[in-house]
């Protein structure tokens, strides 16, 4: 019998794609539920209009407003989806869900979808950046997602998973300077994270890996146990050196540069100066970056126990 699938989306003022990656679930998510920022545009009309379901909740960051929908939507299909608002299937990912679903092997219980991002109108092929292997399919009660303030994860205790052909396409059709500002949210979001990494190898409590798997345990252990370990000077310049030429980015035409000019080297120095903004601003009051964060209400009022 073939198996049952649903697809929880995030929303906030998407009315641009929704409709885009709605129609690309068609035929292959039998229910499709959204948590909605309370947008102040027609996303929430558009997606009632194709037979979404919608609740919306205040947003605090992805990983609470994801674990939201699951709790509140009792999904009971055998199969879960993670898709953001501006992805959306191609037509080869869409047959072999389609086949996978008709017939399923047993022993699988996740399933990595390749993200192809598009950029400036051109898909992003080099610098290490596709095929982006992504946990994005899991059997349902089996993934929960990390609480993390960014580059969150769905993680099972034991996956056993399997990789489908085709491509889930990330285009965002909005402008460059919205693709500015939402960096900017990142880049804060990714200091919070860091100044957690930061505070758990003080105490000598580094966060385990054991719960992730695949290319997004490898890239998570490249970022907490090398990246973090250079020269704050030095770690952005290193990483777009890594992704541009080592990883052929130069491939990609002047929109990958663009892209991986961006995204690799203008983003991470964005991060480090945050960083070295906060970490001067907690100096000034006698504390450490995890305190002064914690009296902000940025993390809950327990620190990270030390050694004993």
Request: hydrophobic share 40%; glycine share 6%; aromatic share 12%.
């Amino acid at each position: 019998m073939p198996q049952s699938l649903t697809a929880l989306i995030l929303t906030f003022n998407e009315e641009m794609h929704i409709e885009r990656c709605i129609r690309s679930l068609e035929g292959v998510a039998e229910r499709i539920c959204i948590v909605d920022s309370h947008s102040t545009d027609r996303t929430v009309e558009i997606a009632r209009s194709l037979g979404a379901e919608v609740l919306q909740n205040p947003w605090k960051n992805y990983a609470t407003q994801f674990q939201h929908g699951l709790d509140s939507f009792g999904i009971d299909s055998d199969w879960t989806m993670r898709i953001d608002a501006d992805e959306y299937l191609d037509a080869q990912l869409r047959a072999s869900l389609t086949a996978w679903l008709a017939a399923p092997r047993p022993e699988i219980n996740a399933l990595y979808l390749r993200r192809k991002i598009v950029f400036l109108g051109r898909p992003i092929l080099h610098g290490f950046f596709y095929p982006a292997l992504m946990l994005r399919v899991w059997r349902t009660g089996q993934g929960r997602i990390e609480s993390r303030w960014m580059d969150e994860h769905i993680v099972l205790d034991a996956p056993v998973s399997e990789t489908l052909t085709g491509d889930l396409v990330d285009h965002n059709l909005n402008d460059l300077s919205w693709w500015i500002g939402k960096h900017n949210g990142y880049a804060t979001r990714e200091v919070y994270d860091m100044v957690e990494i930061l505070e758990r190898r003080h105490a000598g409590k580094d966060r385990g890996m054991e719960a992730m798997s695949g290319q997004a345990a490898r890239k998570r252990w490249l970022k907490e146990k090398v990246y973090t370990r250079l020269p704050i000077t030095l770690r952005s310049s290193l990483y777009f050196f890594y992704r541009y030429v080592i990883g052929r980015g130069f491939l990609d035409g002047k929109e990958g540069f663009f892209f991986h000019f961006l995204q690799g080297f203008w983003y991470r120095t964005l991060v480090e100066a945050k960083l070295l903004e906060l970490q001067q601003q907690a100096q000034a009051e006698g504390l450490r970056p995890y305190a002064l964060l914690q009296r902000r209400g940025v993390f809950e009022q327990t620190s990270v126990a030390p050694k004993t």
